[in-house]
């Protein structure tokens, strides 16, 4: 039988950061994963690495220390995982949406970050394809874009240079607990791998495997839809959203001048065109289980809100869509914690819309409580004794 002193379950962002940062430590480490590296949600998804787009508070430290580690990461690995600070745009349609963000980009500036108020003219100077009669926006010089996938694959290559076992193909079935309900053993379909830790990195499979220690982890799968275009030369320079799609995120009543359309299906834009020449624009946000479908409807109402705002989008070709699952954490925050109840079971997961920006950061405070160092910055409010006396079903009542 084999033996780690730690097993991450989940090979996406969050399993393979971890993994990185736990064999670069001197820890022996596999990582078991039932697809794929890279085949969950990590595979369906932008690469937007925002700061700006964090809740002021412990949201947007996550973000700061997370791009200045993808900065300093993507110098030191030999493997290119695509990250540039290109910038960051939100846009305003309406008045009441630019006094909304420019009452945002005070608290973001209060907490020492950077983020400005920009005019419609300087707005079209650095996207030349942006609608001309937007309100305004705000602007970030260092948020930016990484490639999702490549992020993966970086974080196991240069893990597999401290050691690190991979197993794709393993689906894990059940967690073997001892005396005082530590952690003994990860059994799969495959075999049992024996550890005394074991990371839950399943995204928005999490609350499976929590069920397997008895634990109940309110994570549950929110919907989004990409559209992909043909190549063609670079429409957006930077990362682009619209202010709605915050407003959206945190507020559920907020209601933007859309059409019935888009208004039905909580439709907001972002676009970024990616290195290989492709632009994705979505997005969306809804729950429908672990439904992966794509639906027409969405299609048609994404495209009507990027065209709003892109133009120059009528005229191309969409050459795919694609739905990924966002595994949004009830209370809206991460869950990067140990759990006193279950010694040797710690949780990574439930980063939402956030999961590609938070990797570094998150894999790197597990790694950190694991090994009982100082962890970067005060993480009690990631922990799993937040949930302590809450009652879940309560929790679960967000709006669907
Ligand atoms: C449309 C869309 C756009 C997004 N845009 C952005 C963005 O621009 N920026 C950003 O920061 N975030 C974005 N996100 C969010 C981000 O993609 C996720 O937060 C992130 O990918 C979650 O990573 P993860 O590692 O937690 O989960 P996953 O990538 O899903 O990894 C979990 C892994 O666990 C494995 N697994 C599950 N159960 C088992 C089991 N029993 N045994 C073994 N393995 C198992 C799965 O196969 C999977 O590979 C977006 C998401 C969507 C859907």
């Known amino acids: 039988?084999?033996?780690?002193?730690?097993?991450?379950?989940?090979?996406?962002?969050?399993?393979?950061?971890?993994?990185?940062?736990?064999?670069?430590?001197?820890?022996?480490?596999?990582?078991?994963?039932?697809?794929?590296?890279?085949?969950?949600?990590?595979?369906?998804?932008?690469?937007?690495?925002?700061?700006?787009?964090?809740?002021?508070?412990?949201?947007?430290?996550?973000?700061?220390?997370?791009?200045?580690?993808?900065?300093?990461?993507?110098?030191?690995?030999?493997?290119?995982?695509?990250?540039?600070?290109?910038?960051?745009?939100?846009?305003?349609?309406?008045?009441?949406?630019?006094?909304?963000?420019?009452?945002?980009?005070?608290?973001?500036?209060?907490?020492?970050?950077?983020?400005?108020?920009?005019?419609?003219?300087?707005?079209?100077?650095?996207?030349?394809?942006?609608?001309?009669?937007?309100?305004?926006?705000?602007?970030?010089?260092?948020?930016?874009?990484?490639?999702?996938?490549?992020?993966?694959?970086?974080?196991?290559?240069?893990?597999?240079?401290?050691?690190?076992?991979?197993?794709?193909?393993?689906?894990?079935?059940?967690?073997?607990?001892?005396?005082?309900?530590?952690?003994?053993?990860?059994?799969?379909?495959?075999?049992?791998?024996?550890?005394?830790?074991?990371?839950?990195?399943?995204g928005v499979w999490a609350p499976f495997i929590g069920n397997m220690v008895g634990l109940n982890i309110p994570i549950e799968p929110r919907k989004g839809m990409l559209l992909v275009t043909e190549k063609a030369e670079t429409i957006a320079h930077t990362e682009v959203l619209e202010f709605g799609y915050w407003l959206a995120k945190f507020f559920a009543d907020f209601k933007r001048p859309v059409s019935e359309l888009v208004e039905k299906h909580n439709v907001c834009l972002n676009i970024e065109t990616t290195h290989s020449g492709n632009t994705i624009v979505g997005g969306c946000r809804l729950f429908r289980g672990y439904d992966l479908k794509s639906e027409y409807e969405i299609m048609q109402a994404i495209a009507e809100r990027a065209i709003r705002f892109f133009p120059v989008l009528k005229d191309m070709n969409c050459i795919r869509t694609f739905s990924g699952l966002r595994p949004f954490c009830l209370d809206h925050l991460p869950i990067v914690s140990g759990v006193d109840e279950v010694p040797g079971f710690y949780i990574a997961a439930g980063h939402e819309g956030d999961g590609i920006a938070l990797a570094p950061i998150t894999g790197l405070l597990i790694a950190q409580i694991i090994a009982g160092e100082k962890t970067e910055f005060d993480a009690t409010e990631l922990g799993w004794n937040r949930f302590k006396g809450k009652d879940m079903a309560k929790l679960a009542e967000h709006p669907h």
Not at 119 to 131: I, S, W
Not at 159 to 179: C, M, N, Q, S, W
Request: proline share 2%; glycine share 10%.
């Open 1 to 202: 039988m084999k033996s780690y002193d730690v097993v991450v379950i989940g090979g996406g962002v969050m399993g393979t950061s971890t993994a990185y940062q736990l064999a670069k430590r001197g820890y022996s480490v596999a990582i078991i994963e039932q697809n794929d590296i890279a085949s969950g949600t990590a595979s369906h998804t932008d690469g937007a690495t925002l700061i700006s787009d964090k809740q002021p508070g412990i949201d947007v430290l996550q973000g700061y220390h997370s791009v200045e580690l993808y900065r300093k990461l993507s110098q030191e690995f030999s493997y290119d995982i695509e990250f540039s600070s290109c910038g960051f745009m939100y846009v305003c349609e309406t008045d009441q949406e630019m006094a909304a963000a420019a009452e945002y980009a005070a608290k973001v500036r209060a907490q020492g970050f950077e983020m400005r108020v920009i005019d419609p003219k300087e707005m079209c100077e650095r996207e030349k394809y942006l609608a001309k009669d937007l309100k305004g926006g705000l602007w970030t010089e260092s948020d930016g874009l990484v490639n999702p996938y490549k992020v993966c694959f970086g974080f196991v290559e240069e893990a597999r240079k401290y050691g690190l076992d991979v197993y794709t193909k393993h689906e894990v079935k059940g967690i073997k607990l001892g005396p005082n309900n530590q952690v003994e053993a990860v059994i799969t379909d495959r075999g049992t791998f024996l550890t005394k830790k074991v990371v839950n990195a399943c």
